[in-house]
């Protein structure tokens, strides 16, 4: 019955996708949905980038083994990311009117710069669809005899078709249904965990204290990786496509700021719900803990939860790790064709090429990600690792070209260069967990120094007025 009731769920997704192609006409459609979304499937497709497997999997483990210091990175770090968009970013780029944020690059900083952008990006998404084909292969396996690998493929193929399809129209129109199922579906297993374990109160006063430590020892260490958790994903986030793609298929301006202040509280409020029931869980089944931290909820539910209960929480499972897999995909589909192909070769295709090479680049993103799920399958490490690329090569250039009327190309490029080396040589040979930091500290400061001693002749930086 579970099963037959996934293959359903499955296939009206794929439905919806195949439906959703007859409202693409061109690359514009693809991309940003036309930018027309209304308010309710904007925020719905923003609160669906991240809420996948790193949530649901990676979060929860980490959470029993750490408690809430261990998860400031996801969910509390994502929030801000939504936030902050909105709150600096999303106005003067979403006045720029343009396809992707490689553009937003060109548009400050010049094509050359647009094409580092896009060169630096593209890598990030490869590990984080990947961490999202294991977490579906996971929950496939569960309730199947499939082995990981069959449920990599398996998973890669449900959504590269509707992806291929339809594009940024059938993330979005399937974001609204998915978020739906894990709203419903979290909810309804929280109050059986809660039920079962004698009420909230039960669950807490079994829970050990660190479990609800929000803020880290009085030391430099402690205060150092604290603040090294939240930026992440709450700065490292902010140069990404995916969010970007989401945001701009707003059909306003003020729509989109909303949607980011809606979807932010969304994440958080819903984000945590995954720590309670593990928490719930482990105090209720401490067998099926230690058997396998990442599949603590899935099998609590399977071998403790009647079948409405199981059709509803694996529902919502598929539909989170879904969402944010198509997202992952478009991504840097949409930053190859259009900021690396197109400049080169947008004189000799017509738009009708243009939205098939985004579709052919879907499924080469896929075959990538299959091939790094099938090496690495710790989720919250998969993810962790995309956003760590984007900060410390893209955040510091994006802030400055829109904030710093002293920014330059070639203080862009230095900053973009020697934030990814100094981040690389601090994470193998340092062996240290702030080399994120580091990095982060060398994009900083290569932006000020590149920008002081090679000027431009004309400002490059963004009016945002």
């Known amino acids: 019955m579970l099963l037959t009731a996934i293959i359903l769920y499955l296939a009206l997704t794929v439905a919806v996708g195949a439906w959703s192609s007859t409202l693409v006409k061109n690359s514009n459609d693809f991309v940003l949905a036309g930018r027309s979304l209304p308010l309710f499937l904007s925020a719905s497709a923003l609160f669906a980038t991240w809420f996948g497997s790193e949530t649901i999997f990676g979060a929860s483990s980490v959470y029993l083994e750490e408690g809430l210091l261990g998860v400031i990175e996801d969910p509390f770090g994502g929030a801000l990311c939504l936030v902050l968009f909105g709150m600096f970013y999303l106005r003067p780029m979403y006045r720029m009117n343009v ?144 969010i970007y793609q989401r945001v701009m298929s707003s059909k306003s301006e003020k729509v989109a700021v909303r949607s980011t202040y809606l979807a932010g509280a969304f994440y958080l409020s819903f984000g945590l719900l995954p720590l309670f029931i593990a928490l719930g869980a482990k105090v209720l089944y401490p067998e099926l803990y230690l058997e396998n931290k990442q599949m603590l909820l899935p099998s ?105 009327k002293k920014v330059s190309k070639m203080g862009a490029l230095m900053s973009m260069v020697f934030g990814m080396i100094v981040y690389l040589a601090s994470e193998n040979y340092l062996y240290t967990e702030e080399s994120h930091l580091i990095g982060l500290l060398g994009s900083g400061l290569s932006m000020i120094i590149g920008s002081l001693l090679f000027p431009d002749k004309t400002n490059p930086t963004y009016e945002l007025s």
């Open 99 to 242: 396809l992707t944020i490689g553009d937003v690059f060109k548009k400050i900083f010049g094509k050359r710069i647009e094409f580092f952008a896009s060169v630096f990006m593209i890598p990030a998404y490869f590990g984080y669809v990947a961490a999202q084909l294991v977490a579906l292969s996971l929950v496939l396996g569960a309730v199947t005899d499939l082995s990981m690998t069959q449920g990599i493929l398996i998973s890669a193929g449900i959504v590269v078709f509707y992806t291929f399809l339809g594009g940024m129209w059938a993330i979005s129109i399937t974001d609204f249904i998915q978020t739906t199922m894990i709203v419903v579906g979290l909810l309804w297993v929280a109050v059986m965990v809660a039920r079962e374990a004698g009420g909230v109160g039960a669950i807490f006063e079994k829970a050990p204290p660190e479990s609800f430590q929000f803020f880290p020892e009085a030391t430099l260490s402690g205060w150092t990786k604290y603040i090294g958790a939240w930026i992440i994903l709450g700065l490292g986030s902010i140069p990404s496509q995916d």
């Open 300 to 404: 609590m539910v399977l071998q403790h939860g009647g079948m409405p209960v199981q059709i509803v929480f694996f529902g919502a499972l598929i539909s989170a790790i879904m969402s944010t897999t198509s997202s992952g995909l478009l991504a840097p589909a949409a930053i190859i064709s259009e900021n690396l192909i197109r400049p080169y070769f947008g004189k000799k295709l017509k738009e009708s090429h243009f939205l098939w090479i985004l579709r052919f680049n879907v499924v080469a993103v896929a075959i990538i990600a299959i091939l790094m799920a099938s090496w690495k399958s710790n989720i919250y490490e998969l993810v962790a690792g995309a956003s760590i690329l984007m900060l410390v090569s893209l955040f510091v250039p994006l802030t400055a070209g829109l904030y710093w």
